[in-house]
């Protein structure tokens, strides 16, 4: 399976990529990892990005994403055909509901490629 990563400044998208890599390991998936930032430096990210890559020790394509990325990702996945779209899961209100970021949002309604969240 094709899968596209959409790492972004967070803990949580670094906990993402950790697992997607997990069950790429396992399956033999072809992972493509797009990095983007929505309140720090995309550098920044990049570059702890690449560090946790080589850490985990996986072979991946990385794609950066310097505007719009929930827009991007959405075209890069249905241009490159990707079988999935992978990206970290939103928080919980005190209601119990998930409240998602305006990239997670836009994402999850335009995709016509699957998405997951991981959390």
Do not use: W
Request: net charge negative; proline share 2%; with cysteine.
């Amino acid at each position: 399976m094709r899968v596209l990563v959409g790492i972004e400044d967070t803990d949580h998208g670094i906990k993402a990529l950790e697992s997607t890599v997990e069950r790429a390991k396992q399956t033999g998936d072809d992972l493509t990892v797009a990095i983007y930032a929505t309140d720090g430096s995309i550098e920044e990210t990049e570059s702890a990005v690449r560090d946790r890559i080589e850490t985990l020790d996986v072979d991946c394509a990385v794609e950066r994403i310097d505007s719009d990325p929930g827009s991007r990702l959405v075209e890069l996945a249905e241009r490159e055909e990707y079988d999935q779209i992978v990206l970290s899961g939103g928080q919980r209100s005190p209601l119990g509901k998930i409240k998602l970021d305006d990239v997670h949002e836009f994402v999850l309604l335009n995709s016509r490629t699957t998405v997951k969240l991981v959390r």
